[in-house]
């Protein structure tokens, strides 16, 4: 499976040709990580976007300072994280750990993405109108569950 194959499959990136697939390629950066190796750290500044090429991480949230961590997902090939950080530099809502040795990440920074959205409009357009659904989704999902309680 290429690369462009890949992230045909990520909801992020419907609606986007070929050609367009190919240009974030084109500004992504490739990591290699080890197992146990802390990716991101929660509260620390979002600046990328990663995408899971091969292999899998985990993702651990604390609720409160002071808390344990506690693992929350796994993720593998195929999925991405830091979505959020193509928005705002807001903090990181959670911590990913690497979980394989030799996982292997394609990273899109939030300046490269917005300089590619600025020469290609419609590519931002597809993206944002992507990030707006899972959202929407999300919030309706959790707005439903919250209120099922009330009943």
Do not use: W
Not at 13 to 40: A, C, K, M, W, Y
Not at 41 to 48: A, I, M, S
Not at 77 to 88: T, Y
Not at 104 to 121: H, P
């Amino acid at each position: 499976m290429t690369l462009v194959d890949l992230m045909r499959s990520v909801a992020l990136f419907n609606g986007l040709t070929p050609e367009q697939l190919q240009r974030l390629i084109d500004i992504s950066r490739e990591e290699i990580h080890r197992d146990g190796d802390i990716i991101v750290e929660q509260g620390g500044v979002g600046d990328k976007l990663y995408l899971i090429s091969d292999g899998q991480v985990e993702i651990r949230i604390r609720k409160l300072p002071g808390e344990p961590e506690r693992s929350q997902v796994f993720l593998g090939r195929g999925q991405i994280f830091g979505e959020m950080a193509l928005l705002d530099e807001g903090r990181r809502s959670a911590t990913v750990k690497c979980s394989q040795n030799n996982t292997v990440l394609r990273t899109i920074s939030a300046e490269a993405f917005d300089d590619l959205c600025r020469s290609d409009t419609a590519i931002g357009y597809a993206i944002m109108r992507n990030m707006a659904m899972d959202l929407s989704f999300k919030l309706r999902h959790r707005n439903l569950d919250l209120g099922a309680g009330r009943l």
